[in-house]
Nanobody, 131 residues
Framework: QVQLVESGGGSVQTGGSLRLSCVAS????????????MGWFRQAPGKEREFVAA????????NYGDSAKGRFTISRDNVQNTVTLQMNSLKPEDTAVYYC????????????????????WGQGTQVTVSS
C-alpha cells in the first residue's frame, strides 16, 4: 500500500520560507514512484482543497496554481522517492494544511490540478504564516 508522509510544516512570519518534503513508500506490484506525477494541494479551514503545484514523473515539467507562481518551487528525487515544495515569500493567506498527492493519470501535468485526479494522499502538514 502506497504511503505518503509529509514533513516540514510549521509557523513562520510573513516573508519567511518553508520547505515541505513528502516521502513515498510502498510502491510495488508494477507500481513505481517514477511512473507517477506528484502534486501538492492545500486546504484552509472552511475552504475547498486548492491546487498548489505538480511535477511530472521525471521532474521535467511543472505546473503551479496562481497563488504559488513565482514564490513556490516543486521538485522531486526519484532515487529518494521524495517530492519537495520550497515556499518563499510566504503570506498569511498561505496558511493551510498542505497535502502531498500522487497521480497515475495520463493527463498532461498542466491539466493535472483537480484533487479527484490523484490516487494517493498524505496526512498533511500544517503551515501557519503570521503577519
Amino acid at each position: 500500500q502506497v504511503q505518503l508522509v509529509e514533513s516540514g510544516g510549521g509557523s513562520v512570519q510573513t516573508g519567511g520560507s518553508l520547505r515541505l518534503s513528502c516521502v513515498a513508500s510502498g510502491y510495488m506490484y508494477g507500481r513505481s514512484f517514477d511512473r507517477v506525477a506528484m502534486g501538492w494541494f492545500r486546504q484552509a479551514p472552511g475552504k475547498e482543497r486548492e491546487f498548489v503545484a505538480a511535477v511530472s514523473w521525471n521532474g521535467a515539467v511543472t505546473n503551479y496554481g496562481d497563488s504559488a507562481k513565482g514564490r513556490f518551487t516543486i521538485s522531486r528525487d526519484n532515487v529518494q522517492n521524495t517530492v519537495t515544495l520550497q515556499m518563499n515569500s510566504l503570506k498569511p493567506e498561505d496558511t493551510a494544511v498542505y497535502y502531498c498527492a500522487a497521480s497515475s493519470s495520463v493527463v498532461g501535468i498542466t491539466r493535472l490540478f483537480r484533487p479527484d485526479q490523484y490516487n494517493d494522499w498524505g496526512q498533511g502538514t500544517q503551515v501557519t504564516v503570521s503577519s
